[in-house]
């Protein structure tokens, strides 16, 4: 089996940190996100990630060089944003049977091969796995019958509504891609789906209570990491607080359970820090207090500086007091 996972966003509601780093890469419990989306996929038999960009391409680079195990990773330089359906259309010439498609900022652990065996015994063209949500509006709202085929597909409905969203993990056939245009922007929710409904081909979804949540906006980023703490993710425990390796903490400093500190991170003297995520070597003076924080690499809080609800890019610096 093959996969596409989609990377290729400029992850705008991550900004500032996703200026220097792509959303798939910000460090997901000290590891870069992506490498815990191919492992989820290389856990169910994926042995060929196909991925493209256009946005910070350089480093994706560097993240594959150093990076060993399955599945094996194919890049393809994606010349100008293609959207969603145009990146799968992309990678076309790598794609010959029946395939995953996989958004690349969701964490979830569910079942791809109960998923694919849904596909198969119902002789779809896309499944689109679901997830229950109370307000469907940041996602893809799915319509469909009890059978799970799919009647309509609602991208960023307007409607404060609950229901069953696109959960980002389709399995597609190849026969999907042939009436994407090469080459120009298309958007597989917006574009693709809706076409292939309208058309009466057979489009399913599958329903599913996996543990999932797009990580694309800074609530949803820290509070995936505050799951993971509490074990909640995969059934997967963690040291709490998660202290990354060669990072320190003064003994009189406070560091809650509900944070993760980034490899040679340090915070000082009766610094403290709750509900926030520090990436590498960031720098927390004496006295600081950090909360409901993310802040990017070598960020520097200088004595006394409180930081509350914030995003920090990389390398900033908060100025004492
Ligand atoms: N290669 C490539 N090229 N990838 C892209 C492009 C592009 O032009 N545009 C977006 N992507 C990637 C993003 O990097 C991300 O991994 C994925 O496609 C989805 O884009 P997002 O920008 O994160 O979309 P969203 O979160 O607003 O909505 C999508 O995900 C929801 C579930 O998380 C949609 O698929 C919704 O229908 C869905 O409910
Ligand atoms: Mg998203």
């Known amino acids: 089996m093959k996969a596409v996972v989609l990377v290729g966003g400029e ?43 256009s946005y910070l391409e350089s480093e994706f680079h560097e993240f594959l060089e150093g990076r060993g195990g399955g ?28 395939f995953f498609v996989v958004n690349g900022d969701v964490l979830t652990d569910l079942d791809l091969g109960a998923l694919l065996s849904f596909h198969r015994d119902r002789g779809a063209v896309a499944t689109i796995a679901l997830t229950p949500v109370d307000d469907a509006r940041p996602f893809g ?22 229901g069953e969203i696109n959960a980002g993990t389709y399995v597609l056939e190849p026969d999907v891609l042939q009436r994407v245009p ?10 693709t789906y809706p076409d292939l409904i309208d058309r009466g081909e057979p489009v399913f979804a599958f329903p599913s209570d996996a543990y999932w949540r797009d990580l694309g906006t ?15 993710v995969g059934g997967r ?9 060669g990072a320190s903490i003064d ?10 500190m980034g490899p040679g991170a ?12 520090l990436h590498r070597q960031v720098i927390l003076g004496e006295g600081a207090v950090v909360e409901g924080s993310i802040l990017g690499p070598r960020t520097v809080v200088e004595p006394g500086a409180v930081v509350t609800d914030s995003v920090l890019a990389e390398a900033a610096r908060v100025p004492a007091e």
């Open 11 to 53: 992850g705008t509601r991550l900004r500032p940190l996703t200026e220097t780093i792509p959303k798939p890469l910000l460090p997901f419990m000290n590891r870069p996100f992506l490498a815990q989306v191919l492992s989820h996929l290389a856990g169910h038999g994926v042995e060929e990630v196909i991925l493209s960009s």
């Open 71 to 98: 599945p094996g990773v194919t890049w393809i330089t994606e010349p100008q944003p293609l959207g969603t359906s145009g990146a799968v259309a992309g990678a076309r010439r790598y794609l010959e049977g029946t």
């Open 141 to 162: 709202l799915v319509e469909r019958e009890d059978d799970g085929r799919v009647l309509a597909f609602r991208e960023k409905p307007t409607d404060r509504i609950p």
């Open 182 to 191: 090469a080459g120009v922007m298309v958007s597989i929710e917006r574009e």
């Open 218 to 232: 800074p609530e949803a980023y820290l509070a995936a990491h505050l799951d993971a703490l509490e074990g909640e």
């Open 237 to 245: 425990r963690y040291e709490r607080p998660l202290v990354g390796e």
């Open 251 to 260: 003994p009189s400093a406070a560091v809650g359970e509900d944070v993760v």
């Open 266 to 277: 340090s915070v000082g003297p009766g610094a403290s820090v709750r509900r926030s995520v």
